[in-house]
């Protein structure tokens, strides 16, 4: 299931942009990958961090995954529901299971992002 | 042509094939879709098909199905097949009665393990082994280097060369005929009640059901020639692997499954078969047998399937050895694992109550609120049984950054992530 209206990264990351705010999750396809999540490490609220840095870490009793930036920015809200109730990537990966807001300091890095369509054609590339 | 070095050491390194879907695939492909197969030992094979844990809880409390068709299955044959497998493998062999089945190992001359199998005997002169997928290549190789002698057979005696040369086939060969079979798993306490129901015959019904660990009987499964065998890889006390033809597979799975439905009997996928062998503790190649720390059954707790009395067997004098030197062990441990718990991977250090490191997760598995690990780690603290600890090693360059270790070395003072204890070897269902 993709979004429209979202932007992408390869790493299976999206990220809902409103006005300066990002919101940051991981797409179906990677909850999907991962399987049953059991814990998420959140980023500390105020860190800075640059496109492609190392965000949040999502684990399933399968894997461990990266979960990198897809903007540049400060991060200004976690969902910390996440410590207790991980799984809830896995039920609702765009709203309930969303990992955290960023401010955008630098909105140039979006146009590296792909939108759903792009996205779309990507995953059935892989 | 894979030799064996000077010491007995046979290596052999798998050819790189891109992984092809089992005779089942198309099966799958009708429940799940494509990113759900992982390759594993050169196969597409499905992770899960409902959820690991559904699937897990099918096995304990109705039973799952399992594609096991990836599985080596090699037939010996032929007058000396019973003596040739009493030197290859390290269990009685020569004491296994027809229609009864035993776990065993295969060695190199140095004693490294390179296969743990089991042996069933079908008939006076024919014996069905299953050998386990990743190392199916390597096992057929190792056989032809011994037939050739160009393996070692006693560093003893290096001149010793093997006499017996049974036939042996692969029996998933399509050119084997009505003979070829293949490996289905149907594992649970409702596994008996749904082939009950798909036996016609009265004595084949009655022998199903007074069927012992161990042992096994050819008869037809809803006209399908099976031979059924009461073993397994989950730890369930009832469960049964289906031998059935490679073409007739599909078939068959699927009938199972619509047959079983009402019995709450699901398909299972890789990563149940994990949690259910680690959960009953049983070893897996390359994990808690040989791989990076060369583990051998003393270490594993399978001493019992290596009879260092018996006559002779290859790589027994090195394994009686390795058996007196042994002061790490696999042990079986809980740790806590409800939803939020970070989980515990291959590598972890295992800490003893003082914080030192006393070994490492080898394998893990969330089963409800828990983690069941297998671990190796020093026989001396499995005797003194403290409270162990565990401690994460860091799994990204964030981790490290915040101080977390990547790698957790013997003896050295770590501060514990989270508490575990060890508990039976091995696991009753």
């Known amino acids: 299931m993709v979004i429209e209206g979202l932007f992408y990264t390869k790493e299976h990351e999206w990220a809902k942009v409103d006005g300066d705010t990002a919101t940051i999750g991981i797409t179906d396809y990677a909850q999907e990958q991962l399987g049953e999540i059991t814990f998420v490490e959140l980023p500390a609220v105020g860190k800075e961090v640059k496109q492609k840095d190392e965000l949040a870490v999502v684990e399933s009793s399968k894997a461990a995954s990266d979960v990198y930036s897809p903007m540049s920015g400060k991060v200004t809200q976690v969902n910390s529901d996440l410590e207790s109730t991980p799984e809830q990537i896995n039920d609702d990966c765009y709203n309930a299971g969303w990992i955290c807001t960023i401010e955008i300091t630098d909105a140039k890095v979006i146009d590296n992002l792909m939108d759903s369509k792009q996205y779309e054609e990507y995953l059935n590339g892989l | ?429």
């Open chain 2, 1 to 429: 042509m894979a030799k064996s070095d000077n010491l007995g050491h046979f290596s052999f390194k798998n050819n790189e094939k891109t992984a092809v879907g089992s005779v089942l695939y198309n099966e799958h492909l009708r429940l799940i879709e494509k990113n759900r197969f992982a390759e594993f030992a050169g196969y597409l094979m499905p992770l899960w098909f409902s959820s690991i844990s559904a699937e897990h809880n099918a096995v304990r409390e109705s039973a799952g199905l399992f594609d096991c068709t990836h599985m080596g299955i090699l037939e010996f044959a032929g007058k000396n097949a019973r003596d040739f497998l009493n030197i290859i493998a390290t269990n009685d062999t020569g004491k296994l009665k027809t229609g009864s089945a035993q776990y065993n190992y295969i060695l190199d001359a140095a004693g490294n393990v390179l296969d743990d199998i089991i042996i069933y005997r079908l008939s006076e002169d024919k014996y069905m082994v299953v050998v386990n997928a990743a190392n199916e290549p390597k096992i057929k190789a190792y056989l032809e280097a011994l037939i050739n002698n160009d393996a070692i057979v006693d560093i003893e005696k290096p001149q010793r060369k093997l006499d017996y040369k049974p036939a042996i086939r692969d029996m998933r060969d399509p050119n084997n005929g009505t003979d070829c079979r293949v490996d289905i798993a149907l594992q649970g306490p409702k596994s008996m009640v749904l082939l009950l129901s798909m036996i016609s015959k009265e004595k084949d019904r009655e022998q199903l059901e007074n069927l012992k660990s161990f042992h096994l009987f050819e008869t037809e499964l809803d006209g399908y020639d099976c031979i059924i065998s009461r073993t397994g890889y989950t730890g369930a006390k009832i469960g049964f692997e289906l031998f059935v033809h490679p073409e007739k597979a599909a078939d068959l799975w699927s009938l199972l499954l619509e047959k079983g439905k009402s019995l709450g009997i699901i398909p299972c996928g890789l990563g149940a078969r994990d949690s259910l062998r680690i959960e009953a503790g049983l070893p897996l190649y390359g994990h808690e047998l040989a791989g990076e720390f060369n583990i051998n059954p003393f270490e594993a707790g399978y001493g019992w399937a290596v009879k260092l009395e018996k006559e002779f067997f290859i790589g027994q004098a090195a394994m009686r050895k390795k058996a007196e030197a042994r002061n790490m062990q696999v042990a079986r441990i809980e740790l806590p694992g409800q939803k939020g718990i970070r989980p515990a991977r291959s590598h972890d250090g295992i800490l003893d109550e003082n914080g030192l490191c006393v070994g490492w997760v080898l394998s893990c598995a969330g089963v409800s609120d828990k983690q069941i690990a297998l671990v190796y780690i020093s026989s001396k603290t499995i005797e003194r049984n403290p409270p162990l600890g565990l401690y994460y090693l860091a799994r990204s360059k964030g981790q490290i950054e915040k101080g977390k270790k990547d790698k957790a070395r013997k003896n050295e003072k770590l501060e514990p992530d989270i508490p575990g204890k060890i508990i039976e070897r091995f696991a009753k269902f």
